[in-house]
């Protein structure tokens, strides 16, 4: 059964500071890994998503990797803002979904 | 370009009472999946309706059943509730098989709270 473990399940920073999400999975046969936004009571936003042959995504301040031999995944996000305040879940698919539970990110103006 | 819809927002029931959730997918996706959010955790898988029959089921209860109807629009139904079932329910949609570069939309939930 796929386990997927994210570290820290909080974290609180000063705005501007670069910081790193951790995702660890324990099965790697895996289609892709995907990280998501979630703000409180809200649904999920997609913010990266690194298909099973790549090594990292990169969208504006976001950087996601890769390393399926590991089973694990980082998000770099770099230069935080108080708007990137907001809970973390990274995903693996395999035919379905399986979620972490999530790194709460608060950034402190 | 709608997105993905859910309906109703929330919803309060009490104990041994039956909900019915729905959703409607993104244009042009096919896939809806459900899945089930207790407080402080990740979502749990709950099915995937596909070409309207069940494909893929989560580790819950028979309680729980689901319908995709025609247009790709889905229901999840739970009955005989309990307190534990209280949690956001968030429908995703996808388009056909899975691959490697497929991602799933989601839906902004239901909460729904049982009293």
């Known amino acids: 059964k796929q386990e997927v473990t994210q570290i820290p399940a909080a974290l609180s920073v000063p705005e501007g500071e670069n910081l790193v999400l951790n995702c660890s999975f324990t099965?790697?046969?895996?289609?892709?890994l995907q990280w998501f936004r979630q703000d409180p009571g809200k649904g999920l936003t997609s913010l990266l998503l690194?298909?099973?042959?790549?090594r990292e995504q990169t969208s504006g301040r976001l950087n996601a990797s890769l390393d399926k031999s590991s089973g694990r995944s980082t998000l770099y996000i770099a230069a935080s803002q108080p708007g990137d305040s907001a809970t973390y879940l990274c995903?693996?698919?395999?035919?379905?979904?399986?979620f972490g539970t999530g790194t709460s990110l608060t950034v402190i103006p | 370009d709608a997105g993905v819809t859910q309906s109703p927002t929330h919803l309060i029931k009490t104990r041994g009472q039956q909900v019915t959730l729905r959703c409607s997918p993104k244009s042009g996706h096919d896939t809806v999946s459900w899945y089930q959010q207790a407080l402080g955790q990740g979502p749990q898988f709950i099915f995937q309706y596909y070409e309207e029959e069940e494909r893929q089921r989560g580790n819950f209860p028979d309680r729980f059943s689901g319908h995709q109807f025609p247009n790709y629009s889905s229901e999840l139904n739970v009955n005989a509730l309990l307190l534990g079932d209280s949690a956001l329910y968030l429908c995703a949609s996808s388009l056909g098989a899975v691959r490697d570069t497929d991602t799933q939309y989601f839906g902004p939930g239901t909460r729904l709270t049982v009293l």
């Open positions: 995903a693996v698919r395999l035919h379905q979904f399986y």
């Open positions: 099965d790697s046969a895996i289609y892709n």
């Open positions: 690194i298909q099973s042959s790549q």
